[in-house]
């Protein structure tokens, strides 16, 4: 079964406005990741924050990471339209053969102009 | 510097059929993986490959073979294509764990 659940599914805000997309997940992690997908695109990397951490900026971006709730948030500050596209969290756990990095179904952002 | 390249970008199968799909990266990656995503289920994963010889089953791996022959290539293999296979398929690759992965374009297949 997948290890992160996105929430919500679906979000629809005004540019400029903020948007905030939560994960959560169910056993022990190494680190939680945020990714972004564009419509019929490949996925890109957004931000990692590692399992001591609680909280980590990349730009507009500000990741928090709750391990004892097994949850995290992604905030989208000031959003622009050209930020529309499809979030993921990502988690990953294991190591060496048992490695393994596994992504939730996603939030859909849609940004209006 | 290419990254992660999937080969081909389209595909249209008929029942049964066989077919291999291709990831190439350049970025001397330990780690790749393939996922399938289908609408309303996010990214599922197939198979991965902790290193060059190594495979390992994800979480829907029936129906799909794999091999890592070489560091660089990592293959997926249809022996026999149903229906239910129609997806898009993603690889991917990473160095090391703890690190972020980098995604190819995707394969759209349809089997019909």
């Known amino acids: 079964s997948q290890q992160g659940e996105e929430d919500p599914q679906a979000l629809s805000i005004q540019e400029g406005e903020n948007a905030t997309m939560n994960c959560s997940y169910k056993?022990?992690?190494?680190?939680l990741q945020w990714y972004r997908q564009n419509s019929g695109r490949g996925l890109v990397h957004l931000i990692l924050?590692?399992?001591?951490?609680r909280e980590k900026h990349s730009g507009r971006l500000r990741v928090t990471l709750d391990t004892s709730k097994k949850s995290s948030s992604l905030l989208i500050t000031a959003s622009r339209a050209a930020d529309t596209a499809s979030y993921f969290c990502?988690?990953?756990?294991?190591?060496?053969?048992?490695?393994?990095?596994?992504f939730g179904k996603g939030t859909l952002l849609t940004v209006n102009p | 510097n290419a990254g992660v390249t999937q080969t081909p970008k389209f595909r249209v199968l008929k029942t049964g059929q066989s077919m291999t799909l291709l990831c190439a990266q350049d970025?001397?990656?330990?780690?790749m993986y393939w996922y399938r995503q289908d609408p309303g289920m996010g990214l599922r994963l197939i198979h991965y490959?902790?290193?060059?010889?190594?495979?390992a089953k994800g979480e829907v791996p029936d129906g799909y073979n794999v091999s890592r022959l070489k560091k660089q290539n990592f293959l997926l293999g249809l022996e026999s294509a149903a229906p239910s296979q129609t997806s898009v398929y993603f690889c991917?690759?990473?160095?090391?764990?703890?690190?972020?992965?980098?995604f190819g374009q995707g394969t759209r297949l349809t089997v019909v």
């Open positions: 991917a690759s990473s160095y090391l764990t703890l690190t972020e992965a980098f």
């Open positions: 056993t022990s992690i190494n680190n």
């Open positions: 924050i590692r399992s001591n951490e």
């Open positions: 990502a988690t990953d756990k294991g190591g060496g053969s048992n490695y393994k990095l596994t």
């Open positions: 970025m001397n990656h330990e780690y």
């Open positions: 490959s902790v290193g060059e010889g190594t495979t």
